[in-house]
């Protein structure tokens, strides 16, 4: 698999999660998702950012063009060293939050992607990787 | 910061959301909509979100929370122009907006919430007419 060049947000206000949404449209316009993929994969990147904001305490996200020869498609890195998710399943639980959000951020992530990984340790941060796909 | 205008045409508050909204332009609309609500009696809300490319899950709780200051301070609120994709990311999303009225577009939305309100003006006016039958002696 090959990746073009990455491009690179520090997240750390509310205008940087604006900033994200922006970036992954226009990637996401630049590989040819159709409108409603590039509409979900927008909506996961914007919650997303807001928990690196608002739970890892600001962070990063890359965005990088792919290709695994077949397709291309999107990858989009988002990493913080906040204090990391003690219990992985239950944060994956739909309406589950400890922040007075609505628990559907991650969970619902999840499903407007092909891929989703998660790397977290407490104390440490946390780093998701999301990736979509032309059909 | 940005901030969304409130419009009052008539007996309704139109808001119409032309800019990708950081959240706390988002909050600070649900603060003036309140404001204004109380401060012009109006028994309507539009909110307009044809020119949004998203819905994620913070505008969609804002829009239910603004729904349901509005609900206590006698005011129905519509949101309209939902573009298809935004409804498809949004039901997949987990998010189904309850307790929020939609429509199509501005005219129908303002269709709606005549009716609601000759519903409810109607109902009180049947009311009305009905007591003196039952209390009279």
Avoid at chain 2, 15 to 29: F, K, P
């Amino acid at each position: 698999m090959t990746g073009g060049a990455a491009e690179r947000v520090a997240v750390a206000t509310d205008q940087d999660v604006v900033r994200v949404r922006q970036l992954v449209r226009t990637v996401a316009v630049a590989v040819k998702l159709s409108l409603v993929d590039q509409t979900k994969l927008v909506t996961a990147a914007s919650e997303l950012a807001r928990n690196t904001l608002v739970y890892g305490g600001g962070g990063t996200v890359e965005v990088t063009r792919v290709d695994n020869g077949r397709r291309s498609g999107i990858r989009i890195v988002f990493a913080d060293k906040g204090p990391g998710i003690p219990d992985l399943d239950l944060a994956l639980t739909d309406g589950y939050t400890t922040g007075g959000g609505l628990g559907l951020g991650l969970s619902g992530a999840r499903r407007l992607v092909d891929e989703f990984d998660i790397e977290t340790a407490v104390g440490e941060g946390t780093t998701i990787s999301v990736t979509k796909w032309c059909r | 910061m940005e901030r969304v205008p409130v419009l009052k045409i008539g007996d309704i508050l139109l808001v119409s959301i032309q800019i990708d909204m950081e959240d706390q332009v988002a909050l600070q609309l649900q603060e003036d909509l309140a404001d204004r609500i109380v401060a012009t009696g109006c028994h309507g809300v539009i909110i307009d979100i044809s020119a949004l490319d998203i819905v994620d899950s913070f505008v969609g709780r804002t829009l239910a929370t603004i729904a349901s200051i509005s609900r206590v301070l006698d005011a129905e609120t519509v949101v309209v122009g939902m573009r298809p994709a935004v409804a498809i990311t949004l039901v997949e999303l987990g998010l189904s907006l309850p307790g929020i009225r939609t429509a199509l577009n501005v005219d129908l939305g303002m269709e709606l919430l005549a009716a609601a309100r000759a519903e409810a003006e109607g109902g009180a006016g049947h009311e009305d007419t009905d007591e003196p039958a039952v209390t009279a002696p």
